[in-house]
């Protein structure tokens, strides 16, 4: 999350990395992260090294991109606004752009978070690496309906609480989204 949204400042703020590297993010963005799940089982072998590339590269470039998209929404005059009542390029940051552009930002995390959740369980799923998905599929193949039952309860019990508390971060920082 930290990586995904200071790059994504970076590339908001500096058009000729934005011109560089967004071509490569946007190509990450598209891949399946499984399509690459072999490659990081013979890089880091099987295990949470692996785990934590393949959550990086799931999340990571929807991060960067809401990140963009919220700075690229700012309202030009609310900045130009704070830079004629003397504040700095900081202060502008700060009080303006980056609460502006937080919505955006907390929304992709939101969304990035759901896609890693689903890509690593379904790593586990079909790559035999440790986990509750590698326990729900072996549970199936070895017929136990019951507990490949409960592994599909407790994987979305806890997608849910994954979102909730995401959601709930969210209203604690952007207070005024939503308000009238």
Known sequence: IAAGVLIGFLLAYT??????????????????PLGYIGL???????????????????????????????VDAVNRDRVNSAYSLGASKAQA????????ALPSIMNGI????????????????NNGIPGIGALAYLSGTELNTPLTIACIIVIGIAALVLDGIIVAVTKLVTPWVGKE
């Open 110 to 125: 939101r969304l990035a978070v759901g896609f890693a959740w689903t890509t690593v369980v379904a790593a586990e799923l």
């Open 93 to 100: 940051f700060v009080h303006v752009v980056f609460p502006s």
């Open 15 to 32: 058009q000729w990395a934005r011109r560089v590297f967004l071509p490569y993010i946007n190509f990450i963005r598209a891949l399946p």
């Open 40 to 70: 990081l089982i013979v890089w880091f072998g099987i295990g949470d090294t692996t785990k934590i590339w393949l959550l990086f590269l799931a999340a990571f470039p929807t991060i960067v991109l809401s990140t963009i998209d919220g």
